[in-house]
């Protein structure tokens, strides 16, 4: 179900086969796979993982102005990721701070917290990774602090070929 390469750590490595042997369901169900590669060097596969329910994947961390969480969610739609909301306590920068944000399609105050929804085509993501800010990937029920990999960065995208389970 899952492919790592080398260069994963063992903590990362148990983290990443406890996901997958939790999520059989989740692979089968035809939802698709997130792939993890480095960014920097040769590019090399890191992981595959199930991705959830519709196709669903989170990221979070720690912003790095406002030192608040931040959440953005995704769905993989016909092999492209497409952020659908991203959730934030604090106005700071890089977040948006209005309704009529580029491909929103909702903006409301709840609980705290100011949520945007929106579609937007991401392709791709690149993510520089750092302990402090707890870059964690939210994937199928599962929560994957990102640092635990140990790249300094990662690209995640859907993963072009299937899987074999």
Not at 38 to 65: C, D, N, Q, W, Y
Request: with cysteine; proline share 6%.
């Amino acid at each position: 179900m899952l492919r790592i390469l080398r260069g994963t750590g063992r903590a990362a490595t148990a983290a990443l086969l406890l996901l997958c042997a939790a999520l059989p369901g989740a692979a089968r169900a035809g939802d698709g796979w997130l792939c993890l590669s480095e960014t920097r060097g040769a590019g090399r596969e890191i992981a595959r993982l199930p991705l959830g329910p519709e196709g669903t994947f989170e990221l979070s961390f720690i912003h790095s102005v406002s030192r608040t969480p931040v959440t953005d969610a995704y769905r993989v739609e016909r092999g492209e990721i497409v952020q659908t909301r991203e959730t934030f306590m604090a106005h700071g920068a890089g977040l948006p701070s209005i309704a009529n944000d580029i491909d929103a399609t909702g903006w409301r105050h709840e609980d705290g917290h100011f949520i945007l929804d929106m579609h937007r085509r991401t392709g791709p993501i690149p993510l520089r990774i750092q302990a402090q800010y707890e870059n964690t990937l939210h994937i199928a029920g599962t929560d994957l602090p990102l640092a635990d990999l140990g790249h300094s960065a990662l690209t995640l995208a859907p993963c072009d070929e299937e899987t074999p389970l």
